[in-house]
């Protein structure tokens, strides 16, 4: 599994023989990127550690808003806040676990399988009866030992994604908001719209209205029949592993990431598509 519910870690945390548990917290806003630390600052799940998706996730240069770093360099930084290859890891937020759903997929791509989601993020938590604080814990004294694989493998670039859109063997699936999707609001972009072929496939679709994820039937619906290899892309590559973590669920084979996303796709100079229809890919 790689969602955990309120109720299982608050029973983990409890028990008599408690795992290592590093609970950390990943909230982020697009338009407010501070506000994440600041409301960490707050208030936050007892022992979580703040992650920040700005700087803690990404690389400083790269194609688009949010690079993927050097598996090293990302090893490096989570050994640093306590994750070590014995450690459950449950990655929270306050966005339905959108930005969650990154460490979720960066871990789990290179190869730390005890990784989880919490299930309903923050609002979740608190109806279970789970305490909040304001205290941050101290950091290790040293690194611990984390052991991950040396290169991203579920990863496409822009040139190997248009070429395989020309070929038409891969379905891209466009995790923003449909308003961004139809190009008729963008907010941090250059260009609005979508990459032509993309078929929508917004986030919000894979939770209920008490915002936790629907069911693995429910969820396999949404992804399931499309041809070719999937490939999630967003804005930058962090919501697009929300979908990635919607076809684990749903028991599907793990999809492709493009990286740069829309970010990178909008500045090169390539072909934008508008309105609902996917289009299609000619370039």
Partial sequence: MSLISPQDLL?????PAAPRVR??????????????????????????????ADTDLIAREGP?????PAPAVFAARMAAIGIGDDTLVVAYDDAGGTIAARLWWMLDDLGHTAVRVL?????AWIAAGG????????????????????????????EALASRLRAGDVSLLDARAPERYRGEVEPVDPVAGHIPGAV?????????????????DA?????EGFGGEIVNQCGSGVNACHNALAMRIAGLPDPLLYPGSYSDWSRSGRPIATGDAPGSYEG
């Avoid at 609970?23 to 600041?38: A, E, H, N, Q, S």
């Avoid at 688009?64 to 993927?68: F, K, M, Y």
């Avoid at 299930?119 to 609002?123: F, L, N, P, W």
């Avoid at 929508?200 to 936790?212: E, H, I, W, Y």
């Fill in 131 to 158: 305490p909040l604080t304001s205290e941050v814990p101290p950091a290790p004294a040293e690194p611990d030992r984390l052991h991950l694989r040396d290169r991203w493998t579920h990863t496409i670039d822009r």
């Fill in 200 to 216: 929508s496939r917004p986030t919000a679709g894979n939770l209920g209205p008490d915002g936790r994820f629907l069911a693995p």
């Fill in 23 to 52: 609970i950390c917290d990943v909230r982020w806003w697009l338009t407010d990127p501070g506000k994440g630390r600041r409301d960490y600052d707050a208030a936050h799940l007892p022992g979580a550690v703040f992650v920040d």
């Fill in 11 to 15: 029973a983990r945390l409890a028990g």
């Fill in 119 to 123: 299930d309903g993020g923050i609002d």
């Fill in 219 to 223: 969820l396999r619906r949404r992804f």
């Fill in 64 to 68: 688009g808003r949010h690079p993927l």
